[in-house]
């Protein structure tokens, strides 16, 4: 029997269901799970203002590099500082050291960094340069190297 995979998903579906499923998290009392999901619906937010711009996004280090710029962009730094709440809730995944007050507090920080990044993903020109941190431009590079090389490889 062969199971018929779902098409995927676009990013703000899952920023959407994320973020909602992070609030039944928290009053199940599973930090965990809250903690992971409303991480997960940064992410993705992130992933829509990049990809729109054609900016490379391939993990947790491109997001801070990417939320950092769009705090340059857009001079709102308080994103900066909101994102930090975020990924403290990523790191609360691995540690479980965060009470469930806590990790509320920074949902609703999340909240907040969530209704700045669609706002920004509207108002930033489709063209906006993206970021030009050097160890960024290298580490995409290097990747766009490498998944040449594996093409040319593939087509021996």
Do not use: C
């Amino acid at each position: 029997m062969v199971i018929a995979e779902k098409p995927i998903a676009p990013h703000a579906e899952h920023r959407d269901r994320l973020y909602s499923h992070s609030g039944k998290m928290v009053r199940d009392g599973d930090r965990l799970q809250a903690s992971e999901k409303v991480w997960g619906a940064v992410a993705h937010a992130l992933k829509i203002v990049a990809e729109r711009r054609n900016w490379p996004y391939a993990g947790h280090a491109d997001a801070k590099v990417i939320i950092k710029h769009i705090a340059d962009l857009t001079e709102n730094y308080k994103a900066v500082k909101q994102f930090d709440d975020v990924e403290d809730l990523h790191r609360n995944y691995y540690t479980d050291v965060y009470p469930v007050e806590d990790i509320k507090a920074r949902r609703a920080s999340a909240k907040e960094l969530l209704a700045f990044l669609k706002k920004a993903n509207s108002q930033l020109p489709r063209d906006a340069a993206g970021p030009t941190e050097r160890r960024y431009r290298n580490r995409h590079a290097h990747r766009q190297a490498q998944e040449a090389l594996h093409a040319a490889r593939a087509g021996r």
